[in-house]
């Protein structure tokens, strides 16, 4: 493809092809700086939650209901990063050149993508809001095995959701005649929009807010009551501690979430509302970073990522019985 042009010379995505779209006028450096970044993005999100989730999957460990949970996010983060370098083509050049067929299932996939992650959200802040406010009824109600059938079936019911926006959307996209080839967008009806902002956005936000709400005020009355008996000199039982350690945990998942929403809050915002085409491209970017954010959160307050990277990086993974190794107490 070629950048060289002059400044006021028109560019089309299909030259040959009358109906083409009309292709941004960038220069070469812009157009480096630009690809250069999603590179990087790209490469960064993929090598950080691909070491998130052979963490988890390796180590038995680490094979609990919220560390499946985070396994799913990450996997939506993954693939995120993996289909950064496609959707920047499309907001870089202003031009779709992988067809139509493609179009719609890129359009579904990246709709699942925003879909699950907030899913998985959700998924995180009913495990805490169980682990913290109801601890004895925990293991009873938050098992590996309903961890995983909620994880799949939130998997195929957006699936099947967005797919259903998509197809619909696509259907009506077809008849329109203000299209010019070369471009990917799919037409959502405005019943079909509200919906969609209130099940894959407003819904779920408020959802994790309200748990996380009473998440921090029940961890803030237990911290209190640890905190009063150590003064009074009392011993701390191991169910005070394993309390503290799961408000720690609820702590950490909670400033995931606060990131998330940080993130997505400003898009879903300018989406709906009339603003130029610039700011909503670099505030899909920042969407697009917050996959890559996650792992950093995993790092700086899970020391047992720090652990299981190392051994990933060391290639210790390959000994035999690694996956059993005691990843908490190891030092």
């Not at 092809?17 to 812009?30: L, P």
């Not at 202003?94 to 998985?120: A, K, P």
């Not at 394993?242 to 998330?260: D, F, H, M, P, Q």
């Amino acid at each position: 493809m070629a950048y060289e042009t002059e400044d006021h010379e028109t560019q089309y995505c299909f030259p040959a092809i009358n109906s083409s779209c009309i292709k941004g006028n960038r220069s070469n450096h812009e157009y480096n700086i630009m690809y250069v970044f999603v590179s990087l993005l790209s490469a960064w999100t993929v090598f950080l939650n691909l070491l998130v989730i052979i963490s988890i999957s390796h180590f038995k460990k680490l094979h609990t209901p919220t560390n499946l949970i985070i396994l799913s996010l990450a996997v939506a983060d993954l693939l995120m990063g993996l289909i950064m370098p496609i959707d920047a083509t499309r907001l870089i050049e202003t031009c779709w050149y992988f067809g139509n067929t493609f179009c719609g299932l890129f359009m579904i996939i990246l709709g699942l993508v925003f879909s699950s992650s907030l899913s998985n959200l959700v998924l995180i802040a009913v495990d805490r809001y169980m682990a913290v406010c109801h601890p004895l009824q925990y293991p009873q109600k938050i098992t590996t095995t309903k961890t995983l059938i909620s994880i799949c079936l939130s998997w195929v019911c957006f699936s099947t959701y967005n797919a259903t926006i998509v197809i619909n959307g696509y259907l009506d996209t077809a008849h329109r005649t203000d299209m010019c080839y070369g471009e990917c967008s799919v037409m959502v009806g405005f019943a079909w929009g509200v919906t969609d902002l209130f099940m894959s956005f407003i819904f779920p936000c408020i959802l994790i807010i309200t748990l996380y709400l009473r998440i921090f005020y029940v961890v803030r009355q237990q911290v209190k009551v640890i905190n009063s008996l150590m003064k009074g000199g009392k011993c701390v039982k191991e169910g005070s501690v394993r309390r503290k350690s799961e408000s720690k945990a609820a702590l950490t998942l909670g400033i995931i979430v606060t990131v998330y929403l940080l993130c997505f809050i400003p898009y879903y915002i300018c989406s709906i509302s009339v603003i130029s085409s610039t700011t909503i491209n670099v505030l899909t970017w920042v969407v697009y970073t917050n996959s890559g954010l996650n792992p950093l959160i995993y790092a700086l307050f899970y020391p047992w990522f720090k652990k299981t990277v190392k051994h990933i990086l060391t290639l210790k993974i390959f000994q035999s019985a690694s996956s059993l190794v005691d990843i908490f107490t190891e030092h």
